[in-house]
């Protein structure tokens, strides 16, 4: 998974094709238990193009975007926000796939 390194690259990957940003942090237990399965994750839904947001790099994106419980994911497509998972809970592999399957 890539790490976001810009708002103006947040911008051009919001706007262009379809994206789902995961917002996390180091320090986020919940957030370390779920990375193992971020690369099946990945393959699975290989239409999107899957970035790591740092919520403290990026508070005031997150504040933004209404982010306030790590790890949480949003997708959007050309630019229009397909749906969120935001929420300060643990997540499993199959709730993260069942809101990504619920994105098409």
Same mark, same amino acid.
């Given at each position: 998974?890539?790490?976001?390194?810009?708002? *103006?690259?947040?911008?051009?990957? $919001?706007?262009?094709?379809? &994206?789902? !940003?995961?917002?996390?942090?180091?320090?986020? +237990?919940?957030?370390?238990?779920?990375? +193992?399965?971020? +690369?099946?994750?990945? *393959?699975?839904?290989?239409? #999107? =193009?899957?970035?790591?947001?740092?919520?403290?790099?990026?508070? %005031?994106?997150?504040?933004?975007? %209404?982010?306030?419980? /790590? +790890?949480? #994911? /949003? =997708? #959007?497509?050309?630019?229009?926000?397909?749906? $969120?998972?935001?929420?300060?809970?643990?997540? &499993?592999?199959? *709730? /993260?796939?069942? !809101?990504?399957?619920?994105?098409?």
């Amino acid at each position: 998974m890539k790490n976001l390194e810009s708002i *103006e690259q947040f911008e051009q990957l $919001r706007d262009g094709g379809k &994206t789902i !940003f995961m917002f996390s942090a180091n320090w986020c +237990p919940d957030c370390r238990i779920i990375e +193992p399965v971020l +690369p099946e994750i990945e *393959e699975k839904f290989s239409e #999107f =193009a899957f970035i790591h947001v740092d919520r403290d790099q990026f508070i %005031d994106l997150c504040q933004q975007l %209404d982010v306030y419980g /790590i +790890p949480s #994911f /949003i =997708a #959007f497509e050309n630019g229009k926000e397909l749906g $969120r998972f935001v929420s300060k809970d643990r997540k &499993t592999q199959e *709730e /993260i796939e069942g !809101f990504i399957n619920g994105l098409k």
